[in-house]
């Protein structure tokens, strides 16, 4: 998948899967998950000051572009953490999987992976390859995955800080509603359900200052 990108960011060279081997030591489990679940890696773009036109800031100095050919319809995070751990830069992924495709992206602080995003297989993200510095680059591709209300965070941080209580606490009531149709004792029944009329308050509290 092409970008609107300038050609100077173009890099399009293959990367073996050994180099991470050579970077990170990884285990044979691991190993064995390069093989069995990536086809080929493929560096796309790389995003930088003298390939964008665009400063650097402290935090960012570079944005990679990669692509990854899957040989299942299944983004193998745990893969993708080695690959991470390798390339000191926050990465914009293209899965491909035959005619299928799908886009993630680190949210990282230096070179510690925070968080992951992804999108839907075969859902169009517009991205925004603009900023007065790299790092508001970097911060409008991560906004673009962001689907809850934190969205309209104007701040990056309160917008990732809400974006993970909203998530967490949606997961949170869809645990406790799984486990409240199977409990067959009715007082636990009671008690869980409270549990979950609390965290739906708190999840309509949050959403209605964000309104």
Known sequence: MDFDLPNGALVNKFVAKTKFYERVKLSSRLQNSFINQIQKITWKYKLAEDTL???KSENVTEIQIFEVVLKAQVIPQNVLKIIDKAIPYPILYVFVYQDDFAF???LKDGVRTENYYFSEWNQLLSFDFTGIDLEKVYQKLIRAFITSEAKEQDQFH???E???QIKNLEKEIMTLG?????????NRKVDLNKILLDKQRQLYAIKKDMS
């Not at 799984?178 to 009715?186: D, L």
């Open 53 to 55: 036109g665009i400063s």
């Open 158 to 160: 309160d917008m990732i």
């Open 104 to 106: 993630g992206i680190t």
């Open 178 to 186: 799984n486990k409240i149709r199977k409990e067959k004792q009715f």
């Open 162 to 164: 809400l974006d993970v």
